[in-house]
């Protein structure tokens, strides 16, 4: 059974920083290795948005204009994880956020699994 565990979420003034992880387990049909890499984030009444994608062997990122420069997404394939670290934090930032592993093996072989969420809050 796959699963995405979050962690490292939390309370920051603004301007401070944040790392978090996802540790992905039991990815064994298509091992995690093969997957593309999301994370995602929700404000309280607004719409999922995408704001980080890595590619399965980490070589290419995308980032959402709201956060390019201030935060990095990484993989370690070896450990089965997945990070975001965010600098300069502000308190527009505040979400609870998502990763999620996506794979695309051709028609009718699409699988997606996302984590239970990691609330983030920037304030002062």
């Known amino acids: 059974q796959e699963q995405l565990v979050e962690s490292g979420g939390g309370m920051v003034q603004p301007g401070g920083s944040l790392r978090l992880s996802c540790a992905a387990s039991?990815?064994?049909?298509?091992?995690?290795?093969?997957?593309?890499m999301r994370w995602f984030r929700q404000a309280q009444g607004k719409e999922r948005e995408l704001i980080a994608y890595?590619?399965?062997?980490?070589?290419?990122?995308k980032y959402a204009d709201s956060v390019k420069g201030r935060i990095t997404i990484t993989r370690d394939n070896a450990k089965n994880t997945l990070q975001l670290q965010m600098n300069n934090l502000k308190p527009e930032d505040t979400a609870v956020y998502y990763c999620?592993?996506?794979?695309?093996?051709?028609?009718?072989?699409?699988?997606?699994?996302w984590g239970q969420g990691t609330q983030v809050t920037v304030s002062a």
């Open positions: 039991g990815f064994i049909l298509v091992t995690y290795n093969w997957y593309a």
């Open positions: 999620s592993a996506y794979y695309f093996g051709g028609t009718g072989s699409e699988r997606s699994f």
């Open positions: 890595i590619r399965r062997t980490g070589e290419d990122t």
